[in-house]
């Protein structure tokens, strides 16, 4: 791995594709010196760093490749800590191509994924969280998740989790030096002050853990669920809210046989609707097997609009679908549809109700409502007054099974457990939390966060 680190790696660091500009970036030891032997126009060795430089590359015969500004930081005062170049080029993919291939020659070689963060994370520029969130930076596409991004990659809960981590650490040591002493009935680890830090990290750590929900909208969606008896108007609403004909609408009900989702941004959430065949039992093969997917669609929503047809329904009907909804434990929120012809008892009864909402798919009327209600139920509150948000997936395993271990040595305390199985679970913990910022690390760990990174990332 060392030796690895040591090699001078190249990549194109903008998209692939024709633009203006490509950026060809550099990292190692050798990036000046190499860049230096091929570019024309100044002698890039003698220069500060933090510096940009017009001139040409040209190839072995001399032969001009293209004019280039070349841009230096000299290590350590770069993203990788190392000597970086980068390398301002025409946004051709043939000269990009020429211009790898020639560096290829004079000894570099290619970036593998995510390589040049993780090069920055070894070499201390930051942690593991924060290089995870470089590429969550990368992908966000909407307010929330950028914010959310943002806070991790310059710092986040890493902080607060190291230093946790460093106070378990002086009870997990004193714990052994107690070990040592074997036979002896010394006890230098306080077990109240003990039994008060793991509280106190578990409040800490459950806080964390029930951010997830929340982070993980913030980071995936919410995908959400249109569903509910055919003909009430499902896709018709689809559309409406995607301001598209995305979805067959038809007066033939059993119209939607497959899923359809597309997704929308409401005030920096994406939601991802997904509009399903209408439920009901059918001879129709292929429309039973679409009703099949609706329900196992519904069991993975985040959330369910569940719509009924104020024109065609009965309100026992309704109130069926109700509370079948009520037990599959998934929030959902209750829309009558065609409220321009509803029948006037149905409408009257539904009223009584005040969290159902009416509106009129095909008028586009109530709409709005709706989307405020869907932004509601995320409640991003929370979020913008600056709390901490888990938004990875990794992040949260690990901070799970610290919670477990954690629960072990409070119970192992109650318990009246002996020192070494305390250490036990204490060193458990130690080595979760230990992965989450990169303080501890194997190979396999660090393969499988760079991989996902694009290359020259
Ligand atoms: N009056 C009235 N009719 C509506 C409204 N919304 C939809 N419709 C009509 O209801 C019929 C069914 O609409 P769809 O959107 O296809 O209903 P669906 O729920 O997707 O039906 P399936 O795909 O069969 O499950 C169509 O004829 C629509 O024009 C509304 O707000 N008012
Ligand atoms: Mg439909």
Redesign the pocket.
């Known amino acids: 791995m060392l030796d690895q680190l040591k090699e001078t790696i190249i990549a194109l660091s903008t998209a692939p594709g024709v633009g203006a500009i490509a950026v060809i970036r550099l990292s190692g030891d050798d990036a000046i010196a190499i860049t230096n032997s091929v570019f024309r126009g100044k002698n890039l060795l003698n220069q500060e760093s933090h510096t940009a430089h017009f001139g040409t590359i040209r190839n072995e015969e001399g032969e001009i490749i293209d004019e280039v500004v070349a841009t230096l930081f000299i290590a350590p005062k770069s993203f990788t800590k190392e000597n970086v170049v980068e390398i301002s080029c025409h946004g051709s993919p043939y000269i990009v191509q020429r211009l790898i291939k020639l560096f290829l020659r004079k000894g570099v070689r290619l970036a593998k994924a995510g390589e040049f963060t993780q090069r920055a994370f070894l070499n201390g520029q930051f942690d593991l969280a924060q290089a995870e969130a470089v590429a969550d930076l990368i992908n966000a596409d909407t307010e929330a998740s950028h914010k959310a991004a943002i806070n991790q990659m310059r710092g986040g809960f890493s902080e607060q989790i190291k230093q946790l981590r460093a106070e378990l650490i002086h009870f997990a040591s004193m714990i052994e030096l107690e070990l040592d002493f074997g036979e002896e009935d010394v006890e230098f680890a306080d077990r109240d002050d003990l039994k008060k830090l793991v509280n106190q990290l578990l409040s800490v750590i459950t806080t964390l853990v029930s951010s997830f929900d929340l982070g993980n909208v913030i980071k995936n969606g919410v995908p959400t669920v249109?569903a509910?008896?055919?003909?009430?108007?499902?896709?018709?609403?689809?559309?409406a809210l995607l301001n598209e004909e995305k979805?067959?609408?038809?007066?033939?009900?059993?119209?939607?046989?497959d899923f359809i989702e597309d997704e929308i941004n409401l005030e920096g959430v994406v939601f991802r609707f997904i509009?399903?065949?209408?439920?009901r039992d059918t001879e129709d093969k292929v429309e039973a097997i679409g009703v099949q997917r609706t329900k196992e669609k519904m069991k993975q929503a985040s959330l369910i609009i569940y719509?009924f047809?104020l024109?065609n329904d009965s309100l026992t009907e309704v109130n069926r679908d109700i509370n079948m909804l009520e037990n599959l434990g998934i929030p959902f929120i209750k829309v009558g549809?065609?409220?321009?012809?509803a029948q006037a008892d149905l409408y009257a009864e539904m009223q009584k109700d005040e969290s159902t909402l009416f509106?009129?798919?095909?008028?586009r009327?109530g709409l709005e409502a709706l989307k405020s209600k869907l932004v509601d139920t995320v409640n991003l509150d929370n979020f913008k007054s600056g709390d901490t948000v888990v938004t990875n997936i990794r992040h949260y395993d690990n901070l799970v099974q610290t919670q477990n271990s954690l629960n072990a040595v409070l119970s192992g305390l109650g318990d009246n457990i002996t020192g070494d199985f305390l250490a036990l679970d204490i060193r458990h913990a130690l080595r979760f939390l230990g992965e989450i910022t990169g303080q501890i690390t194997t190979d396999d760990l660090l393969a499988n966060i760079f991989s996902k990174f694009c290359i020259g990332k």
Do not use: F, Q, W
């Open positions: 249109i509910g008896k055919p003909n009430t108007g499902k896709s018709t609403l689809l559309n979805a067959i609408v038809s007066d033939i009900a059993g119209t939607t046989r509009d399903t065949a209408g439920l719509m047809d024109k549809n065609k409220v321009d012809e509106i009129s798919a095909i008028n009327e």
